[in-house]
């Protein structure tokens, strides 16, 4: 069975560093584009950022742009998020999902089949 395993979440303040790691199991996903997606209290989820399948090209969206930066490791599977300068706005529980293979990624949830469950990432101020 597939599945995908995020970690590194945690209590951090405001200011801090976070990285999150999402591993699969059961499958390789060096040939998919990865994204990373987070969802906060009583909000809706939103992009957060994307990684193509050859690691080339990424894109962010703007509130995060300058300061997380996605990677990926294909040789262990695994998709990073780095995390600085966090902000209490921040908070959220954090998604990987898997998309098109050989793509270069989408900000549309719709775009991706596969999700973990999430790990939660909480800045307090």
């Known amino acids: 069975q597939v599945q995908l395993v995020e970690s590194g979440g945690g209590l951090v303040q405001a200011g801090g560093s976070l990285r999150l790691s999402c591993a699969a199991s059961?499958?390789?996903?060096?040939?998919?584009?990865v994204a990373w997606f987070r969802q906060a209290p009583g909000k809706e989820r939103e992009f957060a950022a994307r990684?193509?399948?050859?690691?080339?090209?990424?894109y962010y969206a703007d509130s995060v742009k300058g300061r997380f930066t996605i990677s990926r490791d294909d040789a262990k599977n695994t998709v990073y998020l780095q995390m600085n300068n966090l902000k209490p706005e921040d908070t959220a529980v954090y998604y990987c999902?898997?998309?098109?293979?050989w793509g270069f990624g989408s900000s549309s949830e719709s775009q991706y089949d596969l999700w973990g469950r999430g790990t939660q990432v909480t800045v307090s101020s």
């Open positions: 990684i193509s399948w050859s690691g080339s090209s990424t």
């Open positions: 059961g499958r390789s996903f060096t040939t998919y584009s």
């Open positions: 999902a898997v998309g098109s293979r």
